[in-house]
Each structure stands twice: as C-alpha cells, then as structure tokens.
C-alpha cells in the first residue's frame, strides 16, 4: 500500500510540473552517502524488485492520460508549452546571477539559506540521510534554472525558480541551528545572524509588494539606492 501509494504521489508530482520529476531522486537516495550505501541500496531495490515494478506501473498508468491528451492535441508525446523557447544558457549557465546576483539571486534575496549551507557541512545523524540527494537535486535544479533562456523567472521576490525546492534547505537549517546549542557564544552569533537575515529579508518582501523594489532586473545601483526605503 505504501508503495502504491507513493506512486500515485510521485505521478502527481510529475504532472503537476515536469521538472519536478528531479526531486524523485530523494526516494532512492535517501539515507545514502558513499558507494557501498548506494550498492546496499540497489540490491534492497532488486529484492523489492516486485513492488518497484508495480510502482512503475501504477506511476504509468497515472500518467498516461496526459500524455496521451499530448499525443492527441499536438501529435507529440511530449510537449513544450514554451515554444521554441528553452535552455538557451545550457552552454553557459547564470550561475552565479541565480545565486548571489542582485536581480534575483537565491543567497542575495534570502540570506538566511546560507546557514542552511553551512548545516549541510555540519550535517546531523539524521539530516546526513538527505544530504546526497539534496546536493544532487539542488544542484541539478539550479543547472536547469541557470540555463533556461529567461533565467530570472519573469517578476517575483527573490527566485521563485527555487520554490518547489527550497523545503530541502529545512533538514540543513535545522541542523546548524542544532550544531550551534550549546556554545553561548556561538548560539548567540547565530540567533542574532538568523534574526537580521530574516527581518531584512521581510522588510524587503515588503518593499516589493510595495512597488519599490523592480519585479526583476534589479541593478547594484537600484538596489543602494532603495534599501530600505518604505515610499
């Protein structure tokens, strides 16, 4: 039943938005960090090899009807909504503009992510289980991001690219915060950090919904110049 019921799961994911098919990658990743764990692991999945066929199945037979309406619609199986518009950074991704840029970096517009980068290096018993999977579906989600011809997702607070993601930061946050108990001095330097990221990050939420901070192509100069203003 379990297994039955994450493919139903799985294929809703997978419908809802393509791409998010990525973050299936957690299932058979989870609790795996070296070689010997994944080895362990597809030898488990070749023993369930039974319920992983009827996992596939059900997710096919999930599926199908979209697909099919595609086939129908279009002539194709598989359709880009998009046009001809597509990966036109694939080559030369905007990494770096995704992430830390001041138009719509991830890091830049939510500071706060970057404890959650330092609890992935500091991982816990437990959130060390999610580790690999995270990195890899992160990562391979800001590839994608980067490399998509409007890499700044049209207008929003912050990226919204990474919104389907982000509750993998969760995991690695709350290990820093974890990490950091008991060192006085150290928990004080983080609570204090934590506070500032997220109230600059309200406050600028804020200024958005206001009008004062650009729906998108924010320069350096802009953004000096409207920091923190409230009209």
Not at 134 to 159: K, N
Request: with cysteine.
């Amino acid at each position: 039943k379990v297994s039955l019921s994450l493919a139903v799961v799985a294929s809703l994911v997978v419908l809802l938005r393509h791409p998010n098919a990525l973050f299936l990658v957690a299932v058979p990743l989870y609790d795996v960090a070296s070689v010997s764990d994944l080895t362990e692991r597809l030898r488990r999945l070749w023993q369930r090899r039974a319920k992983v066929a009827g996992v596939v199945l059900v997710s096919v037979a999930c599926v199908a009807p979209q697909v099919l309406l595609y086939r129908h619609a279009t002539g194709s199986w598989l359709v880009n909504s998009y046009g001809k518009l597509g990966f036109t950074y694939r080559w030369s991704p905007k990494l770096a503009d995704v992430l830390v840029g001041v138009s719509k970096g991830l890091f830049f517009w939510s500071p706060i992510l970057l404890l959650a980068v330092a609890g992935m290096l500091r991982a816990d018993a437990w959130s060390r289980r999610w580790r690999l999977a995270a990195v890899l579906i992160l990562g391979a989600q800001t590839y994608m991001v980067a490399s998509w011809y409007d890499w700044q997702f049209g207008g929003s607070f912050g990226h919204r690219g990474f919104t389907d993601g982000i509750a993998l930061f969760a995991p690695f946050l709350a290990s820093f915060f974890a990490w950091s108990c008991g060192r006085r001095w150290l928990e004080v330097l983080v609570s204090v950090t934590a506070t500032l990221a997220v109230a600059l990050s309200v406050a600028q939420m804020w200024q958005y919904w206001a009008g004062i901070v650009p729906m998108s192509n924010t320069t350096w100069e802009q953004y000096k110049a409207l920091f923190l203003r409230v009209r």
